[in-house]
């Protein structure tokens, strides 16, 4: 069993910072890469952030600049600081990670977190 559990979320004014953190836990053979989506009401699921291993990073238009993603790979931790937050950042953020897991057989596959709300105040 797999479990990625997402921490950090909240209302925040407009131009204030949040951090997301995010842990993945269980039967975790190696960690490809971490990254981070969100969905805000009536959108698509869209990627915010990534890191991969060899720490290459890739950001979505809409956050250079203002986001930083980063990995702890010791602990399975994958961090979301966000500054400058504005009201279109809001939506519910998802961890989600490429894995494999110590079980026989099994293969690279694709887990998600629950979700945190972030909700930007203008």
């Known amino acids: 069993q797999v479990q990625l559990v997402e921490s950090g979320g909240g209302l925040v004014q407009a131009g204030g910072s949040l951090r997301l953190s995010c842990v993945a836990s269980?039967?975790?053979?190696?960690?490809?890469?971490m990254s981070w989506y969100r969905q805000a009401p009536g959108k698509q699921r869209e990627l915010v952030a990534l890191?991969?291993?060899?720490?290459?990073?890739s950001y979505a238009d809409s956050v250079k600049g203002r986001f930083t993603i980063s990995r702890d790979n010791a602990k399975n931790t994958v961090l979301l600081q966000m500054n400058s937050l504005k009201p279109e950042d809001t939506a519910v953020y998802y961890c989600n990670a490429f894995l494999r897991t110590m079980t026989l057989g099994d293969s690279w596959d694709n887990y998600w977190g629950q979700g945190t709300q972030v909700t930007v105040s203008s």
């Open positions: 269980g039967n975790i053979f190696s960690i490809n890469f």
């Open positions: 890191i991969a291993s060899g720490n290459i990073i």
